[in-house]
Each structure stands twice: as structure tokens, then as C-alpha cells.
């Protein structure tokens, strides 16, 4: 998850910069879907599917001023990395 993130994080900086550098964006952690598909409630850390009524936890960083990358985790995938 860790190397993912930095992928897209470097991404969106060269992104950001090919544009005039006067953007805010915000980027997905992993794989979207149409809204309570199984794509869009699987975790972002180990891909498992989280069901509707099981809390798929929402996780937002911003590694820049500008930039907040989304992703959701399952609740044993947000034990483990709280616990980093």
C-alpha cells in the first residue's frame, strides 16, 4: 500500500505541475466502482470485500498542501497500520 501511495502521489505532482501548478486534487488510494459496488467497498491495503453493515474505514492523507488521496480499509487492515 505504502509503494502504491508514493506512485500516486509522485503522479500527481508531476501532474499538478504540467498544469500550472494551481490545482488542488484529489486522487483515489486504490480501485473505485459505481458507489456500494464491490470495488468500491473492497480495502485499499489487501483488496478483501467489506460488506454493507461491516464499517469500511475511510482514510484521508495529505502528503502536500494541495494533494488528499482517499482510500477506505477494512477494520483488520486499519489495526495494522494504526498500530505503525
Do not use: K, N
Request: hydrophobic share 40%.
Amino acid at each position: 500500500m505504502r509503494q502504491r501511495l508514493a506512485e500516486r502521489v509522485e503522479r500527481a505532482v508531476r501532474e499538478r505541475a504540467a498544469a500550472g501548478g494551481d490545482v488542488a486534487v484529489v486522487i483515489p488510494l486504490g480501485r473505485t466502482g459505481a458507489p456500494g459496488s464491490e470495488q468500491d467497498r473492497s480495502c485499499d491495503r489487501c483488496g478483501t470485500y467489506v460488506p454493507v453493515g461491516t464499517e469500511l474505514l475511510m482514510l484521508v492523507f495529505a502528503p502536500e498542501p494541495w494533494l488528499r488521496v482517499v482510500g477506505g480499509l477494512c477494520p483488520a487492515c486499519w489495526t495494522r497500520e494504526a498500530g505503525r
